[in-house]
Every structure is written in C-alpha cells, then in structure tokens.
C-alpha cells in the first residue's frame, strides 16, 4: 500500500506549495487544486486520504465545496479540515456541520498541521478496518448461516429418507401381513410429513414478505393460536391462558400469527420431554407496553421444563439447532421469529425464575404499513 494522498485546495499557490514541501517530509503524497471546482475534480479523479480546504476562496467558497462532496455518499469518510482566517464559534459551527472533521487558523503552525493530519488520517485508517470487519463478519455469519442450512438439510432430508426407504424395505419384506404393511405405511407417511415440512419451512424463510393484515381482536386471536395447537399436537399439556385486556386490537395477519404462536407453544411442550411426571404446563398472558414511540403488546410464553440447554444458548434461533436427537426438528424458533419480524414484531428467549423458560412475543399495537 502507497503513501496516504493529501488534496490540499487553496487559492494561493505560494500556501499550496508550504504545506506541500512538510507533508512530503512525512511521506505523504499531495496533490493541489486552487480553486473550489478544481478540488472537485480532484477528488473525483484521485481519491485522496484527508482533505485540507481553504475556506474564503473566490467563486466556490470551502463551506460549499465541502457541501457538495458530503453529498456524494462514496466522498463522506474523506476527512475534510477546514483552513480559514476566522476564529469565530460561528463559523466553526458551519463548518463542522456541513462535515468538516476539524479546523486549523491562520497563521498556520507547519508541526501543529502536520500532527493533525497525522492523526485524522489514523483515525480514518482505524475506521476503515471497522467497516472492514463489520463487513467480513457479516459476509462470514452469510456463508456460515447458509452452510447450517445446507448441512441440516443434507442431514435432516437424508435421514428421513433412510427412515423410508427401511420401512419400504420392511413392507417389501412382508407384502402378505397387512397389519405389519399398514403399521409400516403410517410411518413411511409421518416421514413423508416431515419432509413436506421441512421444505415448507425453508420456503417460508427464503422470501422477505410483507403480509396484508388486518384489525383482529387480540383475545380470541390468541385463543384461535391454542386450539391450532391442540388440533395440531393432541397432549395433555395444561394451557393457562387469561385475557386480561379484553377489547385490545392489532393489526395483523391471522395465519402468520398463529403459526408463530403455535410453533412456539410446541417448543415449550416439548421442554418438558424427558422430565419426571409433572404436570405439562404451559402459562400465557399478555402485557402492554406504551413507554417506547411504539407502543407494543408483549405476550409471555412460560414452561417449568428444561429450561434453555448451555450449548445451544447462542444459536437458539438458528436453523436446525436443537438440544433433541429427534430427525427432522430444529425449525420451529427459526421460523417463528422470522414470521413475527415480518409483521413488525419479534420473538426473545430467556430463562425463567424457578426454571423453565420465557417466550416473549413483541408485536406493534399501530397499524402496520400496508403491504405493497
């Protein structure tokens, strides 16, 4: 990498050619423009590091200059410094909003610029390593998060289809004993199922939806979400439900709702799988929130189960992660907090007093943006 480039614009050459002769004694290269349209230019063709600007220059002063460079997007991480004759706090104050990062007076002290650019220019250096780093680690997350997807698919798909092709082989095996054959064909279909499931789920994360929605009552909304998931997972889990905020209203779309509510009931069922004979029971209620600019209707999901397993604490919301052994699980959370985000919402997991686990559902009480 080559020495950082110095863009220093002012009207007088005699200037130019002062600042140019230090900052070259540092191993800078520098560039000149003597007027407003000229630096213009300049940064345009060269791409320079920092910029020192002159502020009292004729035609297209340094306060207009540095507006129309901070109103290209790619010319707002150049620092600008600002040379001028004022002093005032005014004119300091315009500067620096227009996006000057700093100001050097006349007359001007050669050590004292130089230890100034210096250190913009580390400081520019040090921000660009960030931007960097944010985006690797994103890119890093992309990659990582598409090969769990493609691993769990692999394993979950390939999985379910042994568990298939044994029973076909066990039907084949025994074509004259119907009970055997039927037994066997349930659990070819209840693989099958799953599979179908499987792929549903990825399709419902690999688009970005927004949902028409509508005014539903939030009461018998919820209470609609509990009989889907009695009709869908037949236990004998205990449902604590109270509205206790009859006649609350939201905006939102049914279906998508309920799912979400459902798959999250069915994680806290199953908290409870493996435990001693205790009573299966799964506590709602609901609470409203008005202390932020948008007011929220907060719904808490409580088991006495598990709790949230150590290793999966960090990716609880990732695709197929799951402290079950089970072929086939690992989507439900992912699903659901995708589901709710889409409707302006989300889903958090925390650890319950006593043990256990809370799901908070956090949903928008305003209407939401109609869908396009």
Known sequence: MGPATILVVDDQPVNVQILRKRLERENLAVIAAHSGEAAIA???????????????MPELDGIEVCRRLQSVEENRSTPIIFITARDSKEGKIEGLGVGAIDYITRPIDLDETTARVLSHLRFATINRQLVELQHRLAESRRVATIGAVTQ???????????????????IQAQPDDKESVRRNADQVEHAVQR????????????????FPTSRRAFGPLVEGAIA?????YPSSAIIDWEDTMPGLVIDTHVEVFEDALTKIMM????????LPDIPRTIRIRATRLNDTAKPRIVLRIEDQGRGIHPE???QMFEPFVSSKQTVGV??????????LRSLRGDVVLFDRDGGGTVA????????LPSAV
Do not use: C, W
């Open 42 to 56: 300049a940064v345009r063709d060269h791409r320079p590091d920092l910029i020192l600007l002159d502020v009292v």
């Open 195 to 210: 599979i179908v499931a499987i792929i549903k789920q990825l399709s419902s994360l690999a688009v970005s939806t927004q």
């Open 330 to 339: 690992g989507m439900g959370l992912t699903v659901a907090r995708h589901a």
């Open 312 to 314: 999966i604490r960090d």
């Open 228 to 232: 889907r998931f009695r009709a869908d």
């Open 152 to 170: 769990g698919i692999a394993h979950n798909l390939n999985n379910l289809l042994g568990i298939v092709i044994g029973y076909l082989d066990l």
């Open 360 to 367: 908070e559902i956090h949903h928008p009480i305003e209407p």
């Open 267 to 274: 994680n806290a069922l199953e908290a409870y799988d493996g």
